[in-house]
């Protein structure tokens, strides 16, 4: 079966930096996506990998090795509005997104 | 209108009714798709549509039906709904289903069946 295992819950402090890992096992793999929903909102796109390594978005970085099955988005200089659900999907062999259940982070002051 | 948009916002329906609930984009996207989210899942792709005029079953389509008559609009149909079918369903869009296209979220339609 096809499957996208993240944290249930993260939390992390104002200011300081947090890494949301993502594994999958897909039937295939056409790029991963990372999205980012606030409580009680719909999700919102932050990134897409298809090849290995690193993705710079402003304070959002993500990570691809596909050879690990694995990914991580990395939040740098976290603000309260960051607290939110992230959700990491992949796209199947059949252009299909398989989604994690997500991971809540909580941002303490 | 601008991205897309749903209704209603919230529902609750008896079980046994008939309800569909509607979805419009106004980004000329071919794509679109349902979903459901439920505490603790991922996102479960309900049916989905490549084009006008086509559709076809994601994970979850037992109970549900879809039509795409024209670009913008992709209602989803509850036969008979049960209270397994209380959920959160979003609606989205993405330019075409090729991998490298996001996909745009409604903001949600919350459905409780009693």
């Known amino acids: 079966g096809q499957n996208i295992d993240q944290p249930t819950e993260m939390t992390a402090t104002e200011g300081a930096i947090v890494q949301i890992n993502c594994t999958y096992q897909?039937?295939?793999?056409?790029?991963l996506f990372w999205y980012q929903q606030h409580a009680g909102e719909a999700p919102t796109f932050l990134s897409y990998?298809?090849l290995d390594g690193l993705e710079e978005k402003g304070r959002f970085s993500s990570f691809l090795s596909r050879s690990k099955g694995y990914s991580y988005l990395l939040l740098k200089e976290l603000q309260m509005k960051d607290s939110a659900s992230y959700l990491c999907?992949?796209?199947?062999?059949?252009?299909?997104?398989?989604w994690g259940a997500g991971t809540k982070l909580i941002i303490k002051p | 209108i601008a991205g897309i948009t749903q209704a209603p916002t919230s529902q609750i329906l008896a079980a046994g009714r008939r309800m569909t609930l509607r979805c419009t984009q106004d980004?000329?996207?071919?794509?679109m798709y349902w979903y459901r989210q439920d505490l603790g899942l991922g996102l479960r792709l309900i049916h989905y549509?490549?084009?006008?005029?086509?559709?076809g079953k994601g994970e979850v389509p037992d109970g549900y039906s879809v039509s795409r008559a024209n670009t913008d609009d992709f209602p989803l149909t509850l036969a008979s709904a049960v209270p397994s079918q209380t959920s959160v369903y979003f609606c989205?869009?993405?330019?075409?289903?090729?991998?490298?296209?996001?996909?745009?979220f409604g903001p949600g339609t919350r459905l409780t069946v009693l």
């Open positions: 549509s490549n084009t006008a005029g086509t559709t």
């Open positions: 990998n298809v």
């Open positions: 897909t039937s295939g793999f056409n790029g």
């Open positions: 980004m000329r996207h071919n794509a």
């Open positions: 999907a992949v796209k199947d062999s059949n252009y299909q997104l398989i």
């Open positions: 989205a869009s993405s330019l075409d289903g090729s991998s490298y296209n996001e996909q745009f």
